[in-house]
Nanobody, 116 residues
Framework: QVQVAESGGGLVQAGGSLRLSCAAS????????FGWYRQVPGIQRELVAS????GSTNYADSVKGRFTISREKMVYLQMDSLKPEDTAVYYC?????????????WGRGTQVTVSS
């Protein structure tokens, strides 16, 4: 199995930047894709960005050109030109296969608050 943990959230003014980090441990060789999701109360959790093991990336239309996902020792989400509507709890998710079993592991989330 894989465990993930997010860090880097906080309070920032509109137009500012934050970088979120996702640390993965365990059977990380089996991870096929890492994703960053966000959720606000009463609204379904939505995919913000994802990165596959081949390096290909995908972004929600609302963050294209502002957010960048990358993977080095950890998985990062660089968030620039932040808007108040980016305020949410951000979650990291790891999906893949290990010993023939599919898995999906979520972190506990990190709060991002953008003030106007």
């Amino acid at each position: 199995q894989v465990q993930v943990a997010e860090s880097g959230g906080g309070l920032v003014q509109a137009g500012g930047s934050l970088r979120l980090s996702c640390a993965a441990s365990g059977s990380t060789l089996g991870v096929a894709v890492f994703g960053w999701y966000r959720q606000v109360p009463g609204i379904q959790r939505e995919l913000v960005a994802s990165i596959r093991s081949d390096g290909s990336t995908n972004y929600a239309d609302s963050v294209k050109g502002r957010f960048t996902i990358s993977r080095e020792k950890m998985v990062y989400l660089q968030m620039d030109s932040l808007k108040p509507e980016d305020t949410a709890v951000y979650y990291c998710k790891a999906e893949g296969w290990w010993l023939g079993v599919n898995f999906a592991s979520w972190g506990r989330g990190t709060q991002v608050t953008v003030s106007s």
